[in-house]
């Protein structure tokens, strides 16, 4: 099982910008799909973004769509969230996730999990 350890959170004011990394541990990082959750109090975890192994395929979600990137360097087995332009509504738990398989923004379908980094965005 892939290992990941989420960094780069933190207090932000509204309009700035954070990038979060995400390490993970193992041989075979460089063939799973990595995605970007991220979950607000009292509401459910939500897509944010996702990269195909060969990075040649992202996704992201509407919400968030110009403002974020999600990118991936294979030989530090390290995926990345540049976040720009961070509203207050950003704020959440950000989750980074592994699946073995083809691109996919559903939660159940990402078997590891890192432990989450904490964004808050101020007004």
């Known amino acids: 099982q892939v290992q990941l350890v989420e960094s780069g959170g933190g207090l932000v004011q509204a309009g700035g910008s954070l990038r979060l990394s995400c390490v993970t541990s193992?041989?075979?990082?460089?063939?799973?799909?990595m995605g970007w959750f991220r979950q607000a109090p009292g509401k459910e975890r939500d897509f944010v973004a996702l990269?195909?192994?060969?990075?040649?395929?992202?996704d992201s979600a509407d919400s968030v769509k110009g403002r974020f990137t999600i990118s991936r360097d294979n030989a530090k087995n390290t995926v990345y969230l540049q976040m720009n332009s961070l509203k207050v509504e950003d704020t959440a738990v950000y989750y980074c996730?592994?699946?073995?398989?083809?691109?996919?923004?559903?939660?159940?379908?990402?078997?590891?999990w890192g432990q989450g980094t904490q964004v808050t965005v101020s007004s």
């Open positions: 990269i195909s192994w060969n990075g040649y395929s992202t």
């Open positions: 193992g041989r075979t990082f460089s063939s799973y799909t």
């Open positions: 996730a592994a699946r073995n398989g083809a691109p996919s923004r559903e939660v159940n379908g990402y078997g590891s």
